[in-house]
Structures are given as structure tokens and as C-alpha cells.
């Protein structure tokens, strides 16, 4: 069976660098290994991520750039730096409209981003994005939770609490999913706790 964890590190120091380097030197297409490894390391190693994605873009192999530009934002988000990050999945939209058969979910990562962040002047955006993208795109129980999470945060924000309510309840249900609905990965796709912030938020509004 062939080995990938080389290029799957979950955390980073001098010796797992070396040991890297030293396959991603023998390999032949070395694009798609910094891209995958840098996914990895977007939250716990950041600038890792984000200095191994430099050399990605550097390579000039195009194939995978929207996932390497939402995987930026993520790396972008693990810092703080939310503009940054907002630009990395404007970039990854920019992307999929100039090569649409290779899509990511960055129209519903953004979006969900600026409610979270609290981004009002980018308000109008998010709720273009989500309503601009079909619902039918919406694969797992947690895509179906940030879709509606989303609306609920910004429709709070915007004073229009009944809206917020009926948003919150169907982010709530989606929430509630123990099973993927897939045979073999009964655990994919569902809310967990890196959800918190949005199901703090989300509670209340039920409540109210």
C-alpha cells in the first residue's frame, strides 16, 4: 500500500520539515503534495500552511488553485486575519467561475465568515452568495447548518427577528444530525464543536 502520510503531517517541527522536504525533492508532481500538506497545517501550524501555499502558487500548477486559495483563508483565519481570508475565498470564487467543473465550497465558507466575524459592510455579500448558489449544492448536514446559521446571524444583526428565528431553527435541526445518510461514513459532514460560536449564537435566537 502506498505511503501518503509523508505529505498528511498534522503538526510540524524541524525533523518532520526535513523528512518532507526530503520526499517532496524526489516527487514528481510537487504542486499537489505542498497543497495537501499545507491543508493539514492551516489551523494548528498557520504560517507553515501558508509559507508551504506560497511555494504552491510559485510552481505555476494551476489545477488545484481554488482549494489552495480557500485553503489560504483558512490558514488567513487561524491568524485573525479575517481580510485576508475574505480575499483568499474571493479569489477561490474568482477561480471557479473561470474553471467551473472544479468547485469548492468557499461561496458558502465566506459567507459564513463575514456573519461570524461580525463584518456588517460585507452583509449584503454573504447574502448574495447564498442566495445566488442553489440549495441543492448543499451536500451534509453541516452544510445545510452553516447555510442557514448564516442567515440567521445576519438577519439578527439586521433587527429582522422573526427571519432570524426561522433560519436558526433550521440551522438547530440540521445541527441535530447524527448520520451522514451515507452507508459507509455514517460520521461525515456533521456539526461539531469548531461550530460553537455560531451555535452560541444561534440558541438564543430560539429562545427568544
Request: include cysteine; proline fraction near 1%; hydrophobic fraction near 45%.
Amino acid at each position: 500500500m502506498k505511503d501518503d502520510r509523508w505529505f498528511r503531517n498534522k503538526s510540524w517541527d524541524s525533523d518532520v520539515s526535513c523528512a518532507f522536504e526530503e520526499k517532496l525533492r524526489r516527487a514528481r508532481r510537487k504542486s499537489q503534495y505542498l497543497r495537501i500538506q499545507a491543508c493539514y497545517l492551516t489551523q494548528a501550524h498557520p504560517q507553515v500552511a501558508l509559507a508551504l501555499l506560497d511555494r504552491y502558487f510559485a510552481l505555476g500548477d494551476d489545477f488545484d488553485h481554488a482549494q489552495a486559495h480557500v485553503d489560504r483563508a483558512e490558514a488567513y483565519l487561524a491568524l485573525g486575519r479575517a481580510e485576508d481570508a475574505f480575499s483568499s475565498y474571493e479569489a477561490a470564487l474568482k477561480r471557479e467561475a473561470e474553471f467551473p467543473n472544479l468547485r469548492t465550497g468557499a461561496y458558502l465558507d465566506l459567507a459564513y465568515q463575514i456573519a461570524l466575524w461580525g463584518t456588517a459592510n460585507r452583509y449584503d455579500q454573504a447574502m448574495t452568495l447564498l442566495s445566488s448558489n442553489a440549495e441543492t449544492r448543499l451536500m451534509f448536514a453541516v452544510d445545510h447548518f452553516v447555510f442557514h446559521a448564516t442567515k440567521a446571524i445576519i438577519f439578527s444583526a439586521q433587527g429582522c427577528l422573526a427571519d432570524a428565528r426561522a433560519e436558526a431553527k433550521l440551522a438547530l435541526e440540521a445541527a441535530r444530525r447524527d448520520h451522514s445518510g451515507f452507508r459507509f461514513h455514517s460520521n461525515a459532514g456533521l456539526v461539531s464543536d469548531k461550530h460553537e460560536k455560531a451555535l452560541d449564537l444561534l440558541r438564543p435566537l430560539c429562545d427568544a
